[in-house]
C-alpha cells in the first residue's frame, strides 16, 4: 500500500526535479520508458504494389511523431529506437551481433528528432542501408539488448513497454533454437515488468501472428486494453492510432484501502478522469554550456559557516510564548497520524448534492484485486446495493 511519503514531500529530503512529475492537482511518481524495437531486415525496405512508402519509413514517421508528442507532453519520460536483424552491430560493450542502438533510453530532444529525419524517405533508406544495413536475424540477442538498457537505468520507472515493428511473421525462418531463445528472454522481460507489444506491418500473403509472436506478446492488461491486433497495419494513420493506443498507459495515481468498517476491507485504485494540460515546466540552464542543471539545498552554520547535517538540526514551534524544540522522528511521527485511506462514514440521498460542492474533477476509484482478494466481489455488492444513492466518502486520504 502507499506510504505518506507519496503524498507530501519531506522537507528535509532533499528530492531531485526530475525524479516526480506533476500535474495540476495531482503527482505521478516515476517515469514512463519505451523502447522501439524495428526489423531493419531487406524485406522492411520494400515498396507496396500501389507506390506508397516502404513498412520502415511508415515506422519511422511513427516514431518520430511519438518523439514530437513526448517533447510536448511528457519530456521526461525515456525513450530509445533499437533496430534488430541488421548488418552492423552498435550496442553497449558490442556484445550482441545484428543489433544497433540507435538511441539510448532518455529523455526526447530535437537532436533525436534530426536523428530520426535522417531515416525518413528515399534518402533516409540509403542513408540506413550504409549506416545500419541489413544482415541475419536474432531477436533473442535484441531482447536481450533490450533488457540490458532497462537495468542500466537508475531513475524510478513507472511503466515499461517494448514495441516491436516488424513485416515478417517467421523472423528466424524456422530456427528452433532462435525461436526458443527469443521466448525466453520474452518471458524474462515480462517478469521483470516490461509490457511487449507487436505492431505487425502489412507482408505479400498475410501476417501470420499465430506463428511465433503469439508467444512473445505480452496478454492485456485489463478489459478495456487493446489486446494482439490480427490485422496488420497498412497505412501510416492506422500505426500511429494503434500506437497511441498503447503508448498511453492508464495507471492509477494511488492504490489505497478502502474501510467499509468493522474490519471490511477492499483495495481501490484511484484515477484522474480529467486534468488541465500544462506547458512542462521551466528548466534551468546553465548558462555557459547550456545544460540541465540541478538545485540542491545546503543549510549552513551561522557563526562558523560549517555545513549542517540532518541529525545537527531540530525543529521549534512557540506555544505560550515558549519555544518548544522537537526532534526530526517526533516531527516525523506528528506527521504521520495513520495509514492512509479511505473510510466510508455514511450515505446521502442525492438531492443533498449541490453544484456548488464541486471543486475540481472527481477522482474515480476501481477495485484493485492484485492487493486484497475479493475487492471486486465486495465492491460490486456495494454499487448493485446503493445504485441510487450518492455515496458520500470522507476520505481520510491527506495531500
Not at 500544462?278 to 554550456?289: C, G
Amino acid at each position: 500500500m502507499a506510504e505518506w511519503r507519496q503524498y507530501y514531500q519531506n522537507e528535509d529530503d532533499e528530492v531531485e526535479e526530475d525524479e516526480e512529475d506533476s500535474g495540476g492537482d495531482y503527482k505521478i511518481s516515476g517515469r514512463d520508458s519505451l523502447v522501439f524495437l524495428v526489423d531493419a531486415s531487406k524485406e522492411m525496405f520494400i515498396k507496396s504494389e500501389d507506390g506508397e512508402t516502404s513498412n520502415f519509413d511508415m515506422t519511422m514517421q511513427c516514431v518520430r511523431s511519438v518523439y514530437t508528442s513526448k517533447i510536448i507532453s511528457s519530456d521526461k519520460d525515456l525513450v530509445a529506437l533499437v533496430f534488430y536483424g541488421t548488418e552492423q552491430s552498435k550496442n553497449p560493450r558490442n556484445s550482441f551481433k545484428h543489433v544497433y542502438v540507435y538511441h539510448d533510453l532518455d529523455s526526447p530532444g530535437s537532436q533525436r528528432v534530426l536523428d530520426i529525419d535522417k531515416l525518413l524517405g528515399e534518402k533516409g533508406a540509403q542513408f540506413a542501408e550504409k549506416t545500419i544495413g541489413s544482415g541475419e536475424t536474432s531477436l533473442g540477442e535484441a531482447l536481450w539488448c533490450c533488457s540490458n538498457l532497462y537495468s542500466d537505468i537508475k531513475l524510478r520507472l513507472s511503466h515499461k513497454r517494448l514495441m516491436i515493428f516488424t513485416c515478417r511473421d517467421d523472423p528466424h525462418g524456422g530456427d528452433g533454437a532462435k525461436d526458443r531463445q527469443a521466448r525466453t528472454k520474452a518471458a524474462d522481460l515480462k517478469e521483470t515488468g516490461v509490457v511487449i507489444d507487436l505492431m505487425h506491418l502489412t507482408k505479400p500473403g498475410g501476417f501470420d501472428v499465430s506463428l511465433f509472436f503469439c508467444d512473445i506478446v505480452s496478454p492485456p492488461e485489463d478489459e478495456s486494453e487493446l489486446g494482439l491486433q490480427i490485422e496488420p497495419c497498412r497505412k501510416l494513420e492506422d500505426l500511429q492510432k494503434r500506437v497511441r493506443a498503447k503508448e498511453l498507459k492508464k495507471r492509477s495515481q494511488s492504490r489505497l484501502t478502502f474501510s467499509l468498517g468493522e474490519g471490511v476491507n477492499l483495495a481501490v485504485g484511484v484515477y484522474v478522469l480529467a486534468r488541465t494540460a500544462t506547458k512542462p515546466s521551466a528548466v534551468k540552464l546553465h548558462r555557459d554550456t547550456n545544460e540541465p542543471v540541478r538545485t540542491k539545498t545546503r543549510y549552513f552554520h551561522a557563526h562558523n559557516g560549517g555545513i549542517l547535517l540532518p541529525n545537527d538540526m531540530k525543529r521549534a514551534q512557540v506555544y505560550g510564548k515558549k519555544q518548544i524544540v522537537m526532534e526530526k522522528d517526533e516531527v516525523d511521527e506528528i506527521k504521520k497520524f495513520d495509514d492512509p485511506g479511505l473510510v466510508l462514514m455514511g450515505f446521502k440521498p442525492m438531492d443533498r448534492l449541490k453544484l456548488h460542492h464541486h471543486i475540481r474533477p472527481a477522482l474515480f476509484i476501481y477495485p484493485e484485486e492484485e492487493q486484497i482478494s475479493g475487492s471486486s466481489c465486495v465492491f460490486t455488492a456495494l454499487l448493485l446495493k446503493y445504485t441510487f444513492l450518492v455515496v458520500t466518502l470522507l476520505l481520510a486520504l491527506w495531500h
